[in-house]
């Protein structure tokens, strides 16, 4: 498994940008498709945005398409999530989430990812 540490969180005015950044602690991070997927109170954790592990093809939820641009840098084992034009109801808690072993296809699904990290916060006021 790859061990993950998100950071870049905090609280912004709507309108405004965050930038997540992800660490990943181990090699297997380059033939690892990655994600990111959030959860607000009392709602499940959702799909935002996921990124082949050649990094030529991403997917997008269809509430960020636009706003939010996936990225990663194999070398320095770090994925990013730029995140604009931010919205009240993007506030969340982000995770950050590997799947390994060359995927044959970016997957949407959260039980389909084995390796996530702690959680970085993403407050947006209104």
């Known amino acids: 498994q790859v061990q993950l540490v998100e950071s870049g969180g905090g609280l912004v005015q709507a309108g405004g940008s965050l930038r997540l950044s992800c660490a990943a602690s181990l090699r297997t991070f380059s033939n690892s498709d990655m994600g990111w997927f959030r959860q607000a109170p009392g709602k499940n954790r959702e799909f935002v945005a996921a990124?082949?592990?050649?990094?030529?093809?991403?997917n997008y939820a269809d509430s960020v398409k636009g706003r939010f641009t996936i990225s990663r840098d194999n070398a320095k084992l770090t994925v990013f999530l730029q995140m604009n034009s931010l919205k009240p109801e993007d506030t969340a808690v982000y995770y950050c989430?590997?799947?390994?072993?060359?995927?044959?296809?970016?997957?949407?699904?959260?039980?389909?990812?084995?390796?996530w990290g702690q959680g970085t916060q993403g407050t947006v006021s209104s």
């Open positions: 989430a590997a799947r390994g072993g060359y995927p044959l296809t970016i997957v949407t699904n959260s039980a389909r990812y084995n390796s």
């Open positions: 990124i082949r592990w050649s990094g030529g093809i991403t």
